[in-house]
């Protein structure tokens, strides 16, 4: 059963940092890919850093400058950091992983989602 554990968030002023980890365990073959979404009370899930299957990275707009996504694969984690953090980036961040894993003989890809880490940022 693969699960993602992330860690790191909690409540920091504003200009401050903080760093995010997601750390996929199970029978995992490989990492299509993975990343972080966040979502805002009252608003939608949306996407703030994500390496693509080809090795590519993808940032929100709204954070560009300021997050950092970087990964250890031998570890099946994945980190963010955020700098410069703003009132406006709070809310409940998620790990997100596309991942192949062993299913009896066979192989499936499937989407997983961590638990959810919030980060208030606030005077």
């Known amino acids: 059963q693969v699960q993602l554990v992330e860690s790191g968030g909690g409540l920091v002023q504003p200009g401050g940092s903080l760093r995010l980890s997601c750390a996929a365990s199970?029978?995992?073959?490989?990492?299509?890919?993975m990343g972080w979404y966040r979502q805002a009370p009252g608003k939608q899930r949306e996407l703030v850093a994500a390496f693509t299957s080809g090795g590519n990275i993808n940032y929100a707009d709204s954070v560009k400058g300021r997050f950092t996504i970087s990964r250890d694969n031998a570890k099946n984690t994945v980190y963010l950091q955020m700098n410069s953090l703003k009132p406006e980036d709070t809310a409940v961040y998620y790990c997100?992983?596309?991942?192949?894993?062993?299913?009896?003989?066979?192989?499936?890809?499937?989407?997983?989602w961590g638990q959810g880490t919030q980060v208030t940022v606030s005077s």
């Open positions: 997100n992983a596309r991942l192949t894993t062993r299913q009896g003989l066979g192989t499936i890809t499937s989407d997983y």
């Open positions: 199970g029978n995992i073959l490989s990492r299509e890919t």
